[in-house]
């Protein structure tokens, strides 16, 4: 806020003196207007201020002019406790500026002033006088880093380490905020007959300054000091609860979180006002190396829950921390969080599901301790949640989560509509979910449409021209395995978005039952993305014939030597355009095969009576994986064996033989 403008009444004179550092001059001036004062009663020429407020002492004091200090002073005792419009005292403008010699005559002259005259005034002595925004003199000081100052300041009077702002915040919370290692170690030090330090450590929102010292650059040092003053401020809390621990767990402070815990471990058992304690922090933030910490030395707290009756697994679950949830996992002593509820009765598999955290979820399908067919509160079980969360063409995560389920045998909710919905609620998430369907069939309607268009248009338009060089001159170019491979993804890509489109249809309709129109959705979205993935692939392939048609070539090495440098970019985008989206939809497909395949097998393993279902769940699963992983590799070698050093063209473009093995790209 601007401070007030006070009209300006200081003799033109007398401010040049003071602005100049020209004592003869502020004596010249001060003689002349004496004088006159006395003959005529008029006020003294120091009584005039300028439009801030400030009077002759408030600028000689903030500039450092001791002489002129002393001077005033002289003249007129009073203006010590002279406040501009920023209630700013002289002594607050020194300590500002850091003019220790100018607030060492301040204190001096203080001590001499009588107690009576101060006793007059109408505000708090000089001393511990605050400005407009609550700081002391000590507090200008350092806020401003005048180490000086404040030694001058703390040995006239230790009290004044007690003294807040107006806003609650002492010296020492400002100094340790402000990475001010000897300020703290000055305001926090003993006397010389041994008596404590009676700095206040009170800070804004009710923190202490052992909850600022944690984000300090030199944080472990400066908390092993102040809790060698203090050793209770480990146990006090701000006005959200939260103690110097949990903010340590938060930031993922290990060393601090070890010196705290071995100052105080009972600070591990105080949670704050959502019921947090300091692991639950920990686990929230991913920070394993404190949660580690925190269970080696207050094993017990690894069993607490909040407020919403979460543990740790839980707050790692919903926040996507894998490593937390990596190492409960591998600690036997933690079984029964795998399947325990918090306040909704959602198991931590509900909540991988819920917020669509793969590796998360693959983590927890993969333990067997894990049961997949938990009910919540609402009546629902995993897969429920996760085939009622999958209705968007966005969600592939959900997707990919439903068909693992559901692959792994999950048991569905009995219970479609929740139990604490009633019929008229359920009714109308039902039209609002329609009118969300509708939108979504309607929109992948319109991509698939242009797909199933496109791929049938470039059907009719295979590669002009003839192989010109080799076993294959006069053949025409349609004839290479690069067409053959735009044909094949281009007639996948036809029949994905054809079926997709069918789908749609039957989706969009008002009329089908909500349960089929959102299977028809998921299942359409999937096709959606099979059918782009392979319009992808037959372009790049095109391109791949048009160019292989210009250059005739042998080795991959011979053709790339002959491109040019926008041939060469070209070739790489192509590259990219095919290899990039194939992955992308191997991936996690070869994940879900791996997640099926582990667990069917570990039940397998574990049971004493294995059911024919069982191994007929595995071996399709299996049999897939298996194929996957050929199909992969077969891209790169050709078990074809040639003569050891024999080089020569194969079956396919740019296919080299190395050694017993067949190449298509360069190794």
């Known amino acids: ?34 004088s006159a004062t006395a003959e005529g009663g008029d006020e003294s020429c120091l009584r005039g201020v300028t439009a801030e407020g400030s009077s002759a002492l408030h600028i000689a004091a903030s500039r450092g002019y001791l002489t002129l200090v002393v001077l005033i002073c002289t003249q007129d005792t009073s203006l010590i406790m002279a406040r501009n419009n920023l209630l700013d005292t002289p002594l607050i403008c020194a300590a500002r500026a850091g003019h220790v010699d100018v607030v060492n005559y301040f204190i001096k002259h203080v001590a001499r002033y009588p107690q009576h005259v101060l006793e007059e005034v109408p505000v708090s002595p000089i001393l511990k006088a605050w400005n407009s925004g609550g700081a002391t003199a000590m507090h200008e000081a350092i806020r401003n880093g005048h180490v000086s100052v404040l030694q001058k300041l703390v040995s006239r009077d230790s009290r004044l380490l007690a003294v807040v702002d107006g806003q609650g915040v002492s010296p020492l919370y400002l100094a340790v905020v402000s990475n001010q290692d000897d300020m703290v170690g000055i305001l926090i030090r003993e006397s ?5 330090s009676p700095a206040s450590y009170a800070g804004p929102d009710g923190q202490t300054a052992l909850h600022a010292a944690l984000y300090a650059n030199n944080a472990q040092e400066m908390c092993e000091s102040l809790l060698h003053w203090e050793p209770t401020l480990a146990e006090k809390a701000d006005g ?20 705290l815990l071995a100052n105080d471990s009972s600070s591990a058992y105080i949670s704050d006002d959502n019921g947090l304690f300091p692991v639950h922090v920990a686990a929230i933030a991913g920070n394993i190396k404190v949660v580690c910490e925190l269970m080696k030395i207050c094993p017990g707290c690894v069993e607490f829950v909040d407020n919403k009756h979460r543990n740790i697994l839980h707050c790692a679950v919903e926040h996507g921390r894998v490593s937390v949830v990596w190492r409960i996992q591998r600690n036997p002593k933690f079984v029964s969080m795998m399947n325990a509820g918090n306040s909704e009765g959602d198991t931590p598999l509900h909540l991988a599901v819920k917020h669509g955290h793969v590796i998360i979820f693959t983590l927890l399908m993969m333990d067997l301790r894990v049961n997949l067919s938990n009910i919540n509160h609402e009546g629902l079980t995993p897969r429920h949640v996760a085939f009622a969360e999958s209705y968007s063409f966005l969600s592939v995560k959900k997707i990919f989560i439903s068909a693992c389920l559901l692959c792994c045998d999950a048991y569905p909710s009995p219970f479609y509509q929740p139990r604490n919905m009633t019929d008229k609620q359920c009714l109308e998430d039902e039209k609002e979910a329609s009118v969300q369907y509708t939108n979504v069939s309607q929109s992948i309607l319109s991509i698939a449409a242009f797909v199933a268009a496109g791929s049938f248009a470039a059907d009719f338009a295979p590669p002009r021209g003839y192989d010109t060089e080799g076993d294959k001159a006069g053949m025409s170019m349609a004839m290479l395995n690069a067409h053959f491979g735009k044909v094949a993804a281009n007639s996948m890509s036809f029949y994905c978005s054809i079926f997709a489109t069918c789908l749609l249809v039957v989706a969009s309709q008002t009329t089908t039952p909500i349960r089929v129109r959102r ?24 391109v791949f014939v048009a160019m292989a048609s210009k250059y005739p070539w042998n080795s991959w090495d011979e053709y ?28 996690p497909v070869s994940v879900l095969a791996v997640v099926v395949c582990f667990r069917v097998v570990m039940r397998l393993r574990k049971s004493k009576h294995p059911c024919m279902d069982i191994l007929l769940r595995v071996l399709p699963a299996g049999c897939f994986l298996i194929l996957v992983v050929h199909d992969v590799f077969q891209q790169f070698v050709d078990d074809e064996t040639d003569q050891p050093g024999q080089q020569k063209p194969c079956s396919g473009p740019g296919c080299v033989v190395l050694g017993d093995a067949k190449f298509l790209h360069p190794t």
């Open 519 to 542: 299977f028809f959705l998921c299942l359409s979205a999937v096709l959606v993305c099979l059918a782009v993935t392979n319009m992808i692939i037959a372009f790049a392939s095109i």
């Open 240 to 259: 959200s609860g939260r103690t110097a621990l949990h903010y340590a767990a938060s930031a993922g402070k290990a060393k601090v979180v070890k010196l």
């Open 1 to 34: 806020m601007a401070a007030k403008r006070s009209p300006h009444t200081m003799n033109h004179e007398l401010l040049k003196a003071v602005s100049t550092d020209d004592a003869d001059l502020l004596a010249q001036v001060l003689g002349v207007w004496s």
């Open 560 to 587: 790339v030597l002959e491109l040019d440098g926008d041939e060469l970019f070209v070739l790489f985008v192509n590259w990219v355009a095919v290899v990039v989206p194939m992955y992308l939809l191997l991936f």
């Open 192 to 196: 010389s007959d041994g008596v404590k």
